[in-house]
């Protein structure tokens, strides 16, 4: 059984909430690359991936990755994808992987992703709200 409400009353409404769900939404919907098929499609979607969601090594080496590291995580089981000084340039030198952390809490990987993670947010998200308050929730 799929959960769709919970019997916990909440003293307010959960306005952060509704708000996150609407900026998850629009930003999968409008601003990420589509699941196109073909080869183009998916070099978009890497494109856009590595432009802008948080990449591990890119927050453990505080830097973007180099062109050769992105080569190197797309080839599966590569250990030196991560390398402490790469020979060519970043690709995204002005991506700031700071800010990549917060962005990649609105980015998903398909509809199945979005839906599951909005419902439990629908479901749950209010009352987390309610007991934290609005700008504590957000935080």
């Given at each position: 059984?799929?959960?769709?409400?919970?019997?916990?009353?909440?003293?307010?409404p959960?306005?952060?909430?509704?708000?996150?769900?609407?900026v998850?939404?629009?930003?999968?919907?409008?601003?990420?690359?589509?699941?196109?098929?073909?080869?183009?499609?998916?070099?978009?979607?890497?494109?856009?991936?590595?432009?802008?969601?948080?990449?591990?090594?890119?927050?453990?080496?505080?830097?973007?990755?180099?062109?050769?590291?992105?080569?190197?995580t797309?080839?599966?089981?590569?250990?030196?994808?991560?390398?402490?000084?790469?020979?060519?340039?970043?690709?995204?030198p002005?991506?700031?992987?700071?800010?990549?952390?917060?962005?990649s809490?609105?980015?998903?990987?398909?509809?199945?992703?979005?839906?599951?993670?909005?419902?439990?947010?629908?479901v749950?998200?209010n009352?987390?709200?309610?007991?934290?308050?609005?700008?504590?929730?957000?935080?």
């Amino acid at each position: 059984m799929i959960p769709y409400k919970d019997e916990n009353p909440t003293y307010s409404p959960a306005v952060v909430n509704w708000l996150l769900i609407l900026v998850c939404v629009f930003v999968y919907v409008w601003i990420q690359p589509s699941a196109t098929t073909g080869v183009s499609g998916y070099e978009e979607q890497v494109r856009f991936t590595y432009r802008w969601a948080a990449v591990p090594c890119e927050v453990t080496q505080g830097r973007p990755l180099a062109v050769e590291e992105i080569r190197a995580t797309l080839r599966q089981g590569d250990p030196s994808a991560c390398r402490a000084h790469p020979r060519t340039p970043a690709a995204f030198p002005d991506k700031n992987v700071w800010l990549a952390v917060l962005i990649s809490m609105f980015l998903h990987g398909s509809w199945l992703h979005l839906g599951g993670n909005m419902l439990f947010l629908w479901v749950f998200g209010n009352n987390v709200e309610d007991h934290l308050g609005h700008l504590r929730y957000l935080v």
